[in-house]
């Protein structure tokens, strides 16, 4: 169950990197930055959000 959650939670920040990339390539465009901005700063909260609640559960069953 370990593995699991330590790939969801590198898939979090792979999907903000793509969503940076995506920012960058379509800059010209406003409304889809924002979103595309918006979505990737989300992605990086859950990123750390999951490791602080799994490092959290992994401390208490210690």
């Known amino acids: 169950m370990k593995k699991y959650h330590k ?5 979090y920040l792979f999907i903000a ?5 995506e920012t960058i390539r ?3 465009d406003n409304s889809k ?3 595309y901005i ?8 859950m990123f ?6 799994r490092n959290k ?6």
């Open 7 to 11: 790939f969801i939670e590198y898939a």
């Open 17 to 21: 990197l793509f969503l940076i990339e």
């Open 26 to 28: 379509t800059w010209g």
């Open 33 to 35: 930055t924002f979103m």
């Open 38 to 45: 918006a979505m990737a700063i989300m992605a990086m909260a």
């Open 48 to 53: 750390f959000f999951r490791r602080w609640f």
């Open 57 to 62: 559960a992994e401390r208490k069953n210690q």
